[in-house]
């Protein structure tokens, strides 16, 4: 078996190492922080202790495992271990591991009526949840353990609300990241990245946050930078409205102060998530309440919303026509947001 040089690993690692005793342990967090080589030690330490029992690696794909995971280990063990690619097999030492990937939402098909004492997950938050719960009910050998790593997706993923956020109610461990958790790369390469990213992308591959980026119009959004606890007395007061019938109705508040705009106060109503449909006469009385005694300049609307206008006007309030240009918009709202 492979022997290492535990000087060139971290306090963090070696912790790590010692206490991923739990049915479940996972290593997350940053990019280039670690967590592979860490997790690799400790799978390597279990592989030696369960020499005659199934033992499988599961990668997103066959390449990315053998680039990720398998590459390493065959580097660490050099002529100890083997890979037969052709037949997705792994031998360290005469153990053998199966490998598999995690390609699509049949993938558990391909672990089904195999018993397990052992497994270890590669690049876990790019997986089918199916294909985890399968990997879970297979790992029934007394003892049996999964060990795996992961960097940050969404707040929202499967792996995040049903298992890492439940960690103190499972037989979990949790093992958080950081670059700074990696000895064996420089100073300078650090700052380098730090430098290479922003906004959502910075807290999830450099802080290691779980935070939305998928999907993100507006990729630069800090929410240390973007939101505040008070806002100031502006100078003039907008409102903005989004008007669906199947989709939701959004009321904006918006207040310039100063030079920089502020989005105050929100109205939101998606009648297919509270099970009701409003009628245009409900959210003209609820945009009254919402504007309240805000001393509103001028309200805008999208130029189809006609039926919406019109109850409105009985009201005496006046909409005026948005303009629905989406891509100049998006690069205005841009512009703002990445000047303050």
Not at 30 to 42: D, E, H, N, P, Y
Not at 153 to 169: C, Q, T, V
Not at 223 to 249: F, Q, R, S, W
Not at 270 to 276: K, L, M, Q, V, Y
Request: charged share 25%; with cysteine; hydrophobic share 40%.
């Amino acid at each position: 078996m492979a022997r290492f040089n535990f000087g060139s690993f971290s306090d963090k690692a070696m912790k790590s190492i010692a206490f991923s005793d739990a049915r479940l342990n996972i290593w997350e967090g940053a990019v280039r922080s670690g967590k592979t080589i860490t997790s690799l030690v400790r799978w390597l330490e279990f592989i030696k202790r369960h020499p005659n029992e199934n033992l499988i690696m599961i990668g997103k794909t066959a390449r990315t495992l053998k680039r990720n995971v398998i590459d390493i280990i065959l580097s660490m063990c050099g002529d100890c271990a083997t890979f037969n690619i052709s037949r997705g097999e792994l031998y360290i030492e005469g153990i053998l591991i199966y490998t598999a990937d995690a390609n699509d939402e049949r993938s558990h098909e391909k672990i089904r009526g195999i018993t397990l004492a052992g497994a270890y997950g590669d690049e876990i938050t790019l997986w089918p949840q199916s294909l985890f719960n399968t990997l879970l009910s297979r790992l029934s050998v007394e003892g049996a353990m999964f060990f795996g790593t992961t960097n940050p997706d969404s707040p929202y993923h499967w792996l995040k609300r049903e298992f890492i956020d439940r960690a103190g109610d499972l037989d979990m461990r949790v093992f958080h990241f950081l670059l700074e958790d990696n000895p064996n790369i420089s100073e300078q390469y650090i700052n380098a990245l730090k430098k290479e990213y922003s906004g959502l992308w910075y807290k999830r591959f450099i802080e290691g946050m779980w935070v939305q980026a998928e999907g993100a119009v507006f990729d630069m959004w800090d929410e240390d930078k973007h939101v505040l606890n008070n806002v100031p007395e502006c100078d003039e007061y907008y409102v903005g409205i989004d008007y669906g019938t199947a989709n939701p109705t959004a009321f904006i508040l918006a207040g310039r102060a100063n030079g920089i705009w502020y989005a105050i106060d929100e109205y939101y109503w998606d009648s297919a998530e509270r099970g009701r449909q409003k009628t245009d006469y409900d959210y003209a009385q609820d945009l009254i309440a919402f504007i309240g005694e805000t001393q509103v300049e001028k309200i805008f609307i999208d130029p189809s919303a006609a039926s919406f206008r019109a109850e409105c006007a009985k009201r005496g309030i006046l909409l005026e026509d948005a303009d629905n240009a989406v891509v100049p918009g998006i690069r205005k709202m841009s512009s703002l947001l990445n000047g303050g």
